[in-house]
């Protein structure tokens, strides 16, 4: 049998590099062509595309969702197919999940638990692992995780308290041991112990709905985790990646680190770009509830610093933390904010908001929008160039990107589960026409041709001895002892 064989034609193909106009072959599951030998080798039997007046993007990589999360009592309705089925519908064709192991439960018991929920993607994903406790077993099994599963990169959660809150010990026995494995640190930066007290206080003040989450944790509980984790970081020499900067404080530690050489990289939430913390003052419990995550939305001052470090180099990567709850499951916390199941979506908006906000208005240029939505996930995770380019050898994944087309977002006419859409009303332009994962046409014109376990999980191989800063800062000052008579 033939393999599928796709020749679209001439189109504007991005990169983060740099867009030219080029024909492109992909054959089977990979990009076969750029250029013009793309049609001179394909075959009879290609479906051919027009992409005259589009752009050619690499499919998005979300680096951050949680699909089928079991989280504060409830699990998120989107599930492994139907939220990848929904990124793909926007042009995501990668997520980077998480393993989230229980305090004490075994991290390979996870592993395996989540590794069999994602069976039924349909898109490819690959998994962070959340390091939620420490022991010998854990040290061990993260080595496990590297060298045999294709895992490079752990989770802390600094927030959580009484759950899955990391401490300042398992933080830095992890980051050291990520270091000497090769492997990317990343957290969660909220001081937990900060939120936990803040949030008895509000209550305290009688506020018990959702304008009390805000409150709760405030800039400043983000900026101390953000700084702390950093700075754990730079005494052991380990890179770090911050998940959801969403204010200046974290923003500004960043930078601040970044400015002295430091390894430190960011990434920034769709909804913090676009949503301020007006949302939990709505007197509708359900429309305020439902908006409901952590960090929370913050106010309009902050979602420019924002904008203003993704085009600055602070932050690198853009996702969603897409974890979606019903109205239903929210009411868990009519009464107490604080019960609140956390998070939202937007798996399939990210790519669309963003052009919408970030290229129409000049804040990004076409490649700048790439490097920002798949082309720095994939380096940042060790995907590069398999995903996150158009290059011949890279995986067929592909969105031909109408940057005319226009849309109103709705719960209504989304693809994901559940009753909410954090960008309700919302008209954007600029939207994916055409959307090619592993080489096949998994959405067309509006129609979704997702196929349930389709997706594969991804190997992430670990970084090199390069990797470790230390190493190269003992060459210069070795420590000695002083010789005492
Ligand atoms: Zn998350």
Known sequence: ?????????????????????ADVLTLGGQIAAVGPRAQAMAPSHAQHIDGSGQYLLPGGIDPHTHMQLPFMGTVTMDDFFTGTAAGLAGGTTTIIDFVIPSPKEPLLDAYWKWRGWAEKAASDYAFHVAITWWDETVHDDMGRLVAEEGVNSFKHFMAYKNAIMCDDETLVNSFRRA???????????????????LQQEVARMGITGPEGHPLSRPPMVEGEAAHRAIAIADVLGVPIYVVHVSCIESAEAIARARARGQRVFGEVLAGHLLIDESV??????????AHVMSPPFRSKEHQEHLWRALQAGTLHTTATDHCTFCAAQKAAGRQDFAKIPNGCGGVEERMTVLWDAGVNTGRLTPSEFVAATSANAAKLFNMYPRKGCITEGADADLVLWDPEGHKTLSASTQHSKGDFNLFEGREVRGIPRVTISQGEVVFIDGELR????????????????????????????TPTAVVRT
């Open 1 to 21: 049998m033939n393999p599928t064989a796709l020749f679209i034609r001439g189109a504007t193909v991005v990169n983060a590099d740099r867009q030219f106009e």
């Open 179 to 197: 270091l000497a494995l090769g492997a990317m640190p990343t957290v969660h930066a909220e001081n937990g112990e900060l939120v936990y007290l």
């Open 280 to 289: 939990y003052r709505d007197p509708d419990f359900t429309r305020a509830a």
């Open 450 to 477: 997702a196929r349930q376990g389709a997706g594969r999980y991804l190997k992430r191989p670990p970084f090199g001895p390069q990797f470790d800063a230390q190493k190269r800062r003992n060459l210069d000052l």
